[in-house]
């Protein structure tokens, strides 16, 4: 069985884009999405320019971040190293498009679902080669089996790994001697891309190097990416992005709304079984409103979580054909858990059946944390955003979710006097001062006082610190919280100056959570 790979001899390409419209043409594609298309940079400045031109299209990773994402195994590879896609199975979450360091996925405006190259896949199986291979002018594409020691492409894939130092050196190829004239994309990312670029501009296949400005070829200026470099007016001959395809950022406000409904599910939830565990309080506050109000908030987040879908109807597709690699199938069934108890609770409080309940305190805690904390490690699976890599984001959720269910219980006891002791209302305003200090040290620590890992990371932080969202996290996530917090530590006694405190303290975790989500993926990835 073959398996297949691509090389592009960059030093042939025209940017003729007939690559692009056989690509259209072939697979029927919409107006204004690509399953390939050509980049193009410029530098310098008149009348000493050049233009670089760079085909774009999927890479067929060996370890292809999409398909562990997937979580109805609607991605998979074939036999012959293609990565493939089953349209009729998708649900439209584009969590594929966040794992694609390549930015390689988009969802077709017609059917609703992803989509992607897949070399041609139909071509392919009746021995006939790409359409973008078939109509390039030049010859500059260069398609054929890896695993065929005589092919031109295993050939190149082999002169690339001796560059970096892996296996036997390579026999001459035509014109390819000079170090560092193959390149793959983020080899970084250890995806194992199987396009080989000949001759590549450092700037055009790095997304990060080039300056973007605000020109008419860019099309839809709105979908810029925030995070890319601006252009600087003291050095015009600076590589800059002539032309590129616009892509809308696979996940919005919507997200930042599910961090903040599932917070409050999960963090008042967990603080009323902890309440009732170790102040052995039996009140309304823990029995029965504060994980009713649980329960209202993890609906509000199953609702915002199913209506974001570009399939909704297909959403319990993760349930009947899971793919149990993706941690949005493992957060599905914490969420079914999460309510599952939290239910049961609801009514062994309501009947009185305390025995019951002592039953449910810690199975009601471990499905608070597994449904707080998978969501950090979901975020980390969206591998081409470096801002959402580590351990250390289900961390501070986990700081989020404390202050966030602190602080809906502290307006629920305001808004229904009577339901709760003294006792428990100053513990609780004390809990939620401490998350939030906690919350803050991490925000500090990660955005302020940390170094960057990668290139990628420094422009995500540049566009918190003084970019674009600077204004929201400094005086949404940064001062609301703090005064929160001062307001919190004034008033431990008074009602209505704590469930203001908590509202200002929901106010600042929001802004945060906004801003993680969009400025994680304000970085140009192609």
Sequence with gaps: MPNYGFAIDLRKCIGCHACTIACKAEHQIPIGVNRCWVKTVEKGSFPNTRRFFFPVLCNQCDDAPCITICPTRALFKRRDGIVDLHSDVCIGCRACMVACPYDQLFIDPNTH???????????????????????????????????????????????????????????????????????????????????????AEESAIQPEIAARPFIYKEGQVLLRPLGSPEPDPDRPDEARVDYDTPHAKPWGVDMAIYLLTKGIATGTMLLCALVAYFFNDRSALTMTVGPFVSLAFLLITTSVLVADLERPERFYYMLIRPNWRSWMVWGTWFLIAHGAITTLWIAAGWFGATGVIAWLVWPAVIASLLTTCYTGFLFAQGLARDLWQGPQSAFDLLAQAVAEGAAALLITAALVPGIGS????????????????????????????????????????????????ARLFWGGAIVISIVSIAVGAVATTVPFALALAAVLALAGSFAWEYVWVEAGQSVPLS
Excluded: W
């Design 113 to 199: 679902t992803a989509e992607k190259c897949n070399f041609c896949a139909n071509r392919v199986e009746n021995e006939l080669l790409p359409s973008c291979v078939s109509v390039c002018p030049t010859e500059c594409r260069i398609f054929g089996d890896l695993d065929d020691p005589t092919s031109e492409v295993a050939r190149i894939a082999k002169a690339e790994a001796t560059e970096r130092g892996e296996g036997a050196p390579a026999k001459s190829l035509r014109g390819v001697g000079a170090p560092g004239l193959i390149k793959v994309r983020k080899p970084e990312k250890g995806t194992q891309p199987k396009v080989f670029y000949i001759g």
């Design 422 to 469: 003294a006792r428990v209302t100053s513990a609780l305003a004390v809990i939620l001062i401490g998350a939030m200090v906690l919350h803050l040290s991490f925000l500090v620590f990660e955005n302020l006082l940390a170094p960057s890992p990668t290139r990628h990371h420094e422009l995500a932080v540049s566009a918190i610190r003084r970019g674009p969202f």
